[in-house]
């Protein structure tokens, strides 16, 4: 691990502040991933600020009804909150799902948001990864690689890493917003469909943060009811990433919502799918995974995404 600076952070906006004027700073708070990656020296930052004594570690309703959830909530906490648990049950579902218990009892909201792919080409420094180092090329992609856990939508021809988080797909199923304020103390709200970025040319950049910028909260909309489900189908029983996983939120009337882990570099989620729910998985999937781009090893995940919704909706 290379040597660091270390301050606590007074409050969100000199958190922010602080972060821009010394490039190559990093927030830390758990640091269930981010300390991995400095000890692997895939991370190295010159500078990091503490943000555990911020505050924002509360769960509290909004006026219209919803909930604000602190960018410090513990996954634990936030997992076994009453109105959670009553209201936004996929969200519960997901975060159980993630992780082991003691992981769960440190990782925050924000760091879950922010944590890094866990493709194996991007955690072995002596392989090339665009991700890792710009320009250095994808062993991903490259003759006889291991594909077989990496995306096959929403890809490019310079990374198909996924995102790793359950608990974003969760929060993508429920449109969430995420709260920010930024490095001249400003405030942004940002809905968890455009905070992600595609990989493109750029898969370093991953997602819409401006440099200092900091995550306050997430909120979510009112619940809409209905049956919630999250379902992750992986290569065992726990402690692991998601081959596939799916978030479904089903109301009576067949309506409801889907997102995918597990396949993209973002929790994936198209309305147009959504719409196709009360004519079954397949005719889903068709939408959800249109234009999909897998490896020959990763080819049956398409076909895996569209058992799980299958076996799913065969519930209600």
């Excluded at 959830?69 to 997992?79: C, Q, S």
């Excluded at 975060?95 to 769960?104: E, F, H, I, K, T």
């Excluded at 067949?254 to 004519?279: F, H, I, K, Q, Y």
Aim: with cysteine.
């Amino acid at each position: 691990m290379k040597a660091f600076s270390y301050e606590r952070a007074a409050n969100p906006a000199a958190a922010a502040a602080r972060a821009a004027q010394v490039p190559g700073s990093k927030f830390v708070a758990g640091g269930t991933n981010l300390l991995d990656l400095m000890k692997l020296e895939i991370e190295t930052p010159v500078h990091l600020i503490d943000v555990n004594g911020l505050g924002l570690d509360k769960i509290v309703e909004t006026p219209e009804g919803g909930l604000r959830i602190g960018a410090l909530v513990r996954n634990t906490d936030l997992a076994a909150h009453e109105r959670v648990r009553r209201d936004y049950g996929v969200l519960t579902r997901a975060l159980v799902a993630g992780a082991s218990g003691q992981l769960r009892n440190k990782a925050t909201t924000a760091g879950n948001l922010l944590q890094r792919t866990r493709c194996p080409y991007f955690y072995d420094t002596a392989q090339p990864c665009n991700k890792r180092t710009p320009g250095a090329g994808c062993a991903a992609l490259g003759v006889g690689a291991f594909s077989r856990q990496l995306g096959i939508i929403g890809t490019s021809d310079a990374c198909i890493a996924t995102h790793p988080s359950d608990m974003a797909v969760a929060l993508r199923a429920l449109d969430a917003v995420v709260e920010t304020v930024t490095s001249v103390g400003a405030t942004r709200r940002i809905p968890l469909e455009e905070f992600y970025r595609l990989p493109g040319d750029t898969p370093e950049r991953e997602t819409v943060l401006m440099e200092g910028e900091i995550i306050t909260a997430v909120t979510l909309p009112p619940p809409v009811g209905g049956r919630h489900a999250y379902y992750k189908a992986r290569d065992r029983a726990s402690y692991a990433f998601a081959l596939v996983s799916v978030a479904l939120v089903r109301q009576a009337d067949g309506a409801g919502r889907v997102a995918l882990g597990g396949v993209a570099p973002m929790p994936w989620r198209a309305a147009e799918a959504d719409a196709e729910l009360p004519n079954g998985a397949h005719a889903v999937m068709a939408r959800l995974l249109h234009g999909a781009r897998p490896t020959e090893e990763n080819a049956f995940k398409i076909t895996l995404a569209e058992r799980t919704l299958a076996g799913m909706l065969a519930e209600d």
